[in-house]
């Protein structure tokens, strides 16, 4: 073999790597570029015909691995699913979904302070009524319970088989019935029903509320007509019991509705994403983290539409509003266009 040959042999090993080197990467790239840009993963070879979870999330966008974490970039099933989470929404990886940067980091950190989540008022006054506290103001949260005995008081057991089914940070699906739609964070409110993948929603229906609000005050009733009644299968319907239920069997009289809800408003008309979702404080009991009153409407304040507002008016289809138009101000100067 001459010395030519006999570079060209040597020099045959480092020119393949080379190659080699060159194609993985170009493949990173194209992979890297697609996850970015146009959601083609390779998550999508295996989970096929998976549709646009709203009109602002599209999966062409998105992909998966921006909100379900894990490794997009592996073909096997236990290397790409290593990682992934089922329910991005859950307030204990929202910060990585969610809560990414681009996406909604205000949202996810101003929620975890909220009332949906907390549950402080409820709490403490419960233990305040049941002689468990001396005060009905103290700043306890479902984030305690962890630290509670399972086999804690009376209260503390009433609260958590009862009050403690409706927050944010309850696992959703961990229980048969309607127990088992409630929680698992922002999807408690934001969710659709919908076969197969979920589908998100800003336009948040009444029966997302009320299938949490329909016990207490029964306000999410009443708004409805609905007068829960205590007695077995009354009022009877052509002879036998009711066929008008709830939850739990409770069955209910119809009544007259409220006039706002008989104009066609459903909840989230009046009650603010800050209402919902808080604005980042702490609060003791609902009625001071609620931005919205009957003069907000009545004797209505105006101010100039701001960001939010504007990005807010863009968000529904059926409300054009103009830059510097003046709309309704709340209680702690929130917005409402």
């Known amino acids: ?40 993963e390779k998550c999508l070879g295996c989970h096929q015909n998976v549709p646009d979870i709203s009109r602002s999330h599209p999966i062409e966008a998105f992909g998966c691995a921006k909100c ?41 950190s101003d929620v975890k302070h909220s009332l949906m989540a907390t549950n402080a008022g409820i709490y403490s006054v419960l233990l305040y009524q049941w002689g468990e506290a001396t005060s009905p103001d103290d700043s306890v949260t479902v984030a305690d319970l962890r630290r509670v005995p399972s086999t804690g008081t009376l209260a503390v057991e009433h609260f958590r088989k009862f009050c403690a089914t409706c927050h944010l940070w309850k696992r959703l699906g961990d229980l048969p019935g309607e127990i088992g739609t409630r929680g698992g964070g922002c999807v408690d409110c934001h969710k659709l ?3 197969g993948h979920s589908r998100l929603t800003t336009q948040i229906p009444m029966h997302q509320c009320v299938k949490c609000h329909n016990r ?12 829960e009644s205590e007695w077995y299968g009354t009022p009877y319907d052509r002879g036998g019991p009711s066929a008008d239920t709830l939850s739990s069997d409770r069955y209910f009289y119809r009544l007259v509705p409220d006039l706002h809800q008989q104009a066609g408003l459903v909840c989230i008309d009046c009650h603010t994403s800050i209402d919902a979702m808080g604005d980042g404080k702490s609060y003791a009991h609902f009625e001071q983290q609620i931005t919205i009153t009957c003069k907000t409407c009545h004797q209505p304040e105006f101010a100039p539409a701001d960001s939010l ?13 103009q830059p510097n138009q003046l709309v309704a101000v709340a209680d702690h100067r929130a917005q409402l266009p």
């Open 1 to 40: 073999m001459n010395k030519r040959n006999a570079k060209l042999f040597w020099a045959f090993p480092y020119l393949l790597l080379l190659l080699l080197g060159l194609l993985f990467y170009r493949e990173k790239v194209r992979e890297h570029r697609a996850t970015e840009g146009t959601g083609q």
């Open 68 to 108: 379900h974490l894990g490794n997009p970039f592996s073909a096997d099933k236990k290397t790409a699913h290593r990682g992934m989470v089922k329910n991005p929404a859950h307030l204990s990886v929202a910060e990585k979904t969610c809560g990414q940067d681009g996406c909604h980091p205000k949202q996810v």
């Open 193 to 195: 029903p919908a076969k």
């Open 309 to 321: 507002s504007q990005k807010l008016a863009n968000l529904n289809p059926y409300l054009a509003l």
């Open 216 to 227: 207490s005050a029964r306000v999410g009733l009443s708004y409805q007509g609905i007068f």
